[in-house]
């Protein structure tokens, strides 16, 4: 069989292990011929590839980013009607001038919803879930979210040092256009007072009145994590939203730091390098077993697979009721509403 990998959307640490995962599987235990697809979709729509071998995936576990480069690219985008009828059309033409028995497609929501289509369009496909943003339905965790997980966290302990020579409040904004896990996790992993998701409405004044409540009890600073995706004026970001407002309102002083894609870049840490090989290694006993339209999966410490009809383009929001932010409220963690806990 020769199986082609893509892999698309924002990258992260992890892929290259994915891309390696798959690769050996194939190759060594199958026969497999693998060929790796560039830049995402795109690859498939301008036909450039190359066959990957055992040389060309050697020395890449470790290495961050892609080795096949990755795109945004959507070819089901009705942007350009002619397009829309084109691109879908020369991706099913060159997957079978490039004689592929399937496909790989490594990525987030938007590319689980193509490669659904793909899917219903007649390619065998099988998805691989990747992003920081841990926003993929089907899944309990992508790989990419751990690896963000301790470079946000890693950078909010030092700013608790810096916080405090200062006695300041620190707004620091991690990732997650949708969702707030990253958000979630790493506020609650480096001890954030405050924690602001897009799936909790937040009244700014709540926040102000939470900081001026610490620093009446004698805190000497406070740490607040915003997700970027919280609702904002329009072009104003979260963390500078938040700074200006928490200082005008309480007086203190407020300083603001973006983490961007420092959050994407790097080495993957060794839990996503093991998952994301599990996954490449699960996609290839699928397409082995010719269980094609299906996106590998965790659930709990079992990799399975879901249908990808079931998963395309659905978002896995954190549930405002989530154990962990119920445990973090009772410990006097504020997320911006109701945070009138008794005690504090
Ligand atoms: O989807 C992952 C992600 O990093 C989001 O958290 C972020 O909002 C987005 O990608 C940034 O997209 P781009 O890399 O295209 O700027």
Redesign the pocket.
């Known amino acids: 069989m020769r199986i082609g990998i893509l892999t698309a959307?924002?990258?992260?640490p992890g892929i290259n292990a994915a891309i390696r995962g798959v690769g050996k599987t194939a190759i060594l235990e199958y026969g497999m011929e693998v060929i790796g697809i560039s830049s995402g979709f795109l690859g498939l729509i301008n036909e450039e590839y190359v066959q990957l071998d055992e040389n060309l995936l050697s020395g890449i576990l470790t290495l961050g980013g892609t080795i096949l480069g990755t795109s945004?690219e959507n070819p089901f985008k009705k942007g350009n009607i002619i397009n829309a009828i084109d691109k879908p059309r020369l991706i099913k033409k060159h997957y079978q001038e490039m004689g592929l028995d399937a496909l790989v497609c490594i990525g987030?929501n938007g590319t689980q919803r193509t490669a659904a289509q793909l899917s219903d369009a007649g390619l065998n496909v099988i998805g691989i879930p990747k992003?920081?943003?841990n926003d993929v339905w089907g899944t309990d965790i992508t790989f990419g979210f751990d690896s963000a997980l301790w470079i946000a966290t890693e950078a909010i302990d030092r700013l608790h040092t810096t916080a405090n020579s200062h006695k300041r409040i620190m707004v620091i904004e991690v990732?997650?256009?949708h969702a707030g896990w990253?958000a979630l996790y790493s506020g609650i992993a480096s001890g954030g007072d405050i924690i602001l998701l897009p799936e909790i409405e937040f009244d700014i004044n709540e926040v102000a009145r939470c900081l001026k409540k610490r620093a009446i009890n004698k805190k000497p600073y406070s740490i607040v994590v915003v997700a970027?995706?919280i609702p904002t004026p329009k072009g104003e970001t979260a963390a500078h939203y938040v700074s200006t407002n928490i200082e005008n309102l309480t007086g203190l002083e407020t300083r603001e730091t973006i983490l961007g894609?420092i959050?994407?870049g790097g080495s993957p840490s060794p839990m996503d390098r093991v998952l994301a090989t599990r996954y490449g290694a699960q996609a290839v006993e699928l397409i082995a077993e010719k269980k094609f339209g299906q996106m590998v999966s965790l659930k709990g410490n079992t990799v399975t697979s879901v249908p990808l009809a079931e998963v395309g383009g659905k978002l896995r929001l954190v549930p405002p009721d989530h154990s962990l932010i119920e445990k973090a409220r009772k410990m006097g963690i504020c997320f911006g509403s109701e945070c009138s806990n008794p005690r504090t």
């Open positions: 959307g924002g990258d992260c945004r987030g992003t920081i943003d990732m997650g256009h990253l970027e995706g894609y959050q994407r």
